[in-house]
């Protein structure tokens, strides 16, 4: 039987990859509200396009490492959820208070006024632009049942695994056709617009993630002998994407690039097939960088958690005239400053938990005279 005790996988390339690049969708968007030229929107268009596989990667990423981690070993749901209660729903709730309550002015939609409309605003992913995904990602934490009956059930039989693709993708087209038709620029666009953080919405993902694990020979595979023709694809689905977006005209709106349409769904499984075909590449050639990215990887949630905050008051303190006056130079600044603030906030909070939690379990009054 194989081992699963390896320290890094694809899982933790895809992950570290979407949290690296959704900082800079944010980024992007406060860019935009400067109205800059007809150019450098059409930069930023291009740039937003390029780095819109992060939901995608990070939902396959997760659920493979899961996978790996869970359907082979016996693990009560109860115990899985203790586990991510701590490693995932705290963090949340911390955040998204923080939001609600110190960057109130980051609400989409109806801002709350009263405290019911505090709670929906708290569980919907309103209380900041990308806390959204949180509430589609955190459905799969709590349906991982079904992921490992799938995966269970699929086991090494080769039929059974292209009957579950074939269905999953067949019934996530029909989605995106019926999200399409009646949602995005549809009859019901403001009023249907929280179905985007339905876990019907990436379903796909999921399940060709557990896919990805349960076949991991043959598909890291193919991963490896057609990677060329998956760079064509990559190409070939970007200027797609980059066409669709376009077409709308200016100013550009990057709500008019959304997950949910064949070409960002071409897209993004390319994209996702050649990260972990780099994932693959290092951890065969068992690179020295692959501890670094299994540490920063575990740490990606959290960094993605509090990225908005951080960008936020870097913009208001000097991002914004910087931006103004020079473009490109700001919004790497911001975003450098984003990233290791992020990623060095969720170090400094996971390092302070861990002393509170081995202060309490030492402190003991009886023992006090």
């Known amino acids: 039987m194989e081992k699963t005790t390896q320290v890094t996988d694809i899982g933790d390339y895809l992950k570290l990859f979407a949290c690296t690049a ?106 900041a632009p990308h806390l959204w995904y949180n509430t589609m990602m955190l459905q799969f934490i709590l349906l991982m049942p079904l992921m490992w009956l799938i995966g269970r059930w699929c086991g090494s039989n080769s039929r059974r695994g292209s009957l579950t693709a074939i269905v999953s993708i067949a019934g996530y087209l029909l989605w995106i056709s019926f999200y399409d038709t009646e949602v995005f620029h549809g009859p019901h666009m403001m009023n249907w617009y929280l179905l985007d953080r339905l876990f019907l919405s990436f379903f796909i993902y999921g399940v060709l993630g557990v896919l990805a694990w349960q076949y991991r020979k043959t598909v890291n595979r193919f991963f490896r002998a057609w990677w060329p023709i998956v760079c064509l694809i990559f190409l070939g689905s970007f200027y797609w994407t980059n066409h669709e977006l376009f077409e709308f005209g200016f100013p550009v709106k990057l709500t008019n690039a959304p997950y949910y349409k064949p070409s960002m769904i071409l897209y993004d499984l390319s994209v996702i097939s050649l990260i972990s075909t780099l994932g693959i590449f290092q951890i065969d050639n068992h690179s020295t960088i692959n501890k670094v990215i299994h540490i920063l990887a575990e740490f990606a949630y959290k960094a993605f958690l509090s990225n908005v905050f951080w960008s936020y008051l870097l913009w208001y303190v000097f991002g914004k005239n910087l931006v103004i006056n020079h473009l490109l130079i700001g919004a790497l600044v911001l975003y450098t400053g984003t990233w290791l603030l992020s990623f060095g906030s969720a170090f400094a909070i996971h390092l302070c938990w861990q002393k509170f939690c081995l202060y309490t379990r030492s402190y003991n009054p009886r023992t006090i005279n």
Do not use: C, D
Not at 46 to 55: G, V
Not at 61 to 67: D, E, M, N, Q, S
Not at 102 to 125: A, C, D, K, R, V
């Open 22 to 127: 959704v900082m800079l969708q944010t980024i992007l968007m406060f860019v935009l509200t400067t109205i800059p030229s007809a150019t450098n929107q059409i930069g930023i268009g291009m740039t937003y396009n390029l780095i819109k596989f992060t939901a995608p990667a990070f939902i396959f990423g997760i659920l493979y490492t899961t996978a790996r981690k869970t359907i082979a070993i016996p693990i009560t749901y109860r115990h899985y959820l203790k586990q991510q209660w701590h490693s995932l729903f705290i963090p949340t709730i911390l955040w998204t208070t923080i939001y609600l309550f110190i960057t109130p002015e980051l609400q989409q939609g109806h801002h709350y006024h009263n405290i019911s409309s505090l709670i929906w605003q708290f569980i919907n992913g309103n209380a």
